[in-house]
Structure formats: structure tokens, C-alpha cells
């Protein structure tokens, strides 16, 4: 079984910053291929970020391109995202997210508010 936990988020002014982290434990992270997700109340859950195993490929929502930056730990099992120039719209609960063998796990998510 494949166990994520995100943590990082907070509240933040507008043209802030914030980082996230997500842990994940089970199985060999340095396979899996990860990515960020955000969800609003009412909303479907939008792409934010992915990144491949071995950190050189990446893949940006159009909203967050050039603000957001992914990155990965293979020797910690981690994976991040690095949010800058942050905007109210980019509220939403973040949630981390592994593929592995097209199987599709989620952690519980971290809340992100940013004040305008």
C-alpha cells in the first residue's frame, strides 16, 4: 500500500510564496511518477503539476505555469511544489498523487488560502 502525507500549506498573502511537501511510503518511490492536484468546494479537481521518475521531465497546468515549480527526493521519497507569485484564485486544498502501475493514490490533502 502506497501512504502519501502533504504538509506546507498555510495562509499566505497575495504575491507570496509557499512550499509543499509530500511524503509517500510503500513500495519504490523512485518508480512512481507524481503529481500535485488542487480542488475548490464545488469544483473539479484541477492538474496543477507532475514530474516524472527521474525529475527531468515536468508537466504545468496552464494557470500555474511559470509561478509553480515541482520537484522530487528520490533518496528521501519526497516530492514538491514550489509555489511563488501566488494568487486568491490559487486557494484550494492541494493534494499530492502517485501513479503506480496506473493505479492512481491520494494523500489527505493541505489547505492553501492565499489572502488578496
Known amino acids: 500500500q502506497v501512504h502519501l502525507v502533504e504538509s506546507g500549506g498555510g495562509l499566505v498573502q497575495a504575491g507570496g510564496s509557499l512550499r509543499l511537501s509530500c511524503v509517500v511510503s510503500?513500495?519504490?518511490?523512485?518508480?512512481?511518477?507524481m503529481g500535485w492536484f488542487r480542488q475548490v468546494p464545488g469544483k473539479e479537481r484541477e492538474f496543477v503539476a507532475a514530474?516524472?521518475?527521474?525529475?527531468?521531465?515536468?508537466f504545468y497546468g496552464d494557470s500555474v505555469k511559470g509561478r509553480f515549480t515541482i520537484s522530487r527526493d528520490n533518496a528521501k521519497n519526497m516530492v514538491f511544489l514550489q509555489m511563488n507569485s501566488l494568487k486568491p484564485e490559487d486557494t484550494a486544498v492541494f493534494y499530492c498523487?502517485?501513479?503506480?502501475?496506473?493505479?492512481?493514490?491520494w494523500g489527505q490533502g493541505t489547505q492553501v488560502t492565499v489572502s488578496s
Open positions: 514530474i516524472g521518475w527521474n525529475g527531468i521531465n515536468t
Open positions: 498523487n502517485a501513479v503506480v502501475s496506473s493505479w492512481n493514490f
Open positions: 510503500g513500495g519504490t518511490f523512485s518508480s512512481y511518477s
